[in-house]
């Protein structure tokens, strides 16, 4: 089971990217699904999570200017940015901290492969 994110680029200040994650396998259950991001020679840290039921929650750094988002259905978390800053430059991971799979594989604290994002100035 891989999550697989997309949708990072090159966007000037106070641009908009709309970060995509999907899961590879159909979903019986799952958790909250965040996204993260990790700037250069930073920590990772918190971004914004969303819970199955559509509560959410974000870092105070992204407040007001992102947006998480997620389709059950599709078993899918996506990160709208917008009016993006230079110090929004970090590669940008979507996590899953539990899920199992139609097929019934359990698995905890998934993680995608990352996108890079890069804000110009």
């Known amino acids: 089971v891989q999550l697989q994110a997309s949708g990072g680029g090159l966007v000037q200040a106070g641009g908009s990217l709309r970060l995509s994650c999907t899961a590879s396998e159909r979903m019986s259950s799952i958790t909250y699904m965040g996204w993260y991001r990790q700037a250069p020679g930073k920590q990772r840290e918190l971004a914004a999570t969303?819970?199955?039921?559509?509560?959410?929650n974000y870092a105070d750094s992204v407040k007001g200017r992102f947006t998480i988002s997620r389709d059950n259905a599709k078993n899918a978390v996506y990160l709208q940015m917008n009016n993006l800053k230079p110090e929004d430059t970090a590669v940008y991971y979507c996590?899953?901290?539990?899920?199992?799979?139609?097929?019934?594989?359990?698995?905890?604290?998934?993680w995608g492969q990352g996108t890079l994002v890069t804000v110009s100035s």
């Open positions: 996590n899953v901290p539990f899920l199992r799979t139609v097929s019934g594989i359990t698995l905890y604290n998934v």
């Open positions: 969303i819970t199955s039921g559509g509560t959410t």
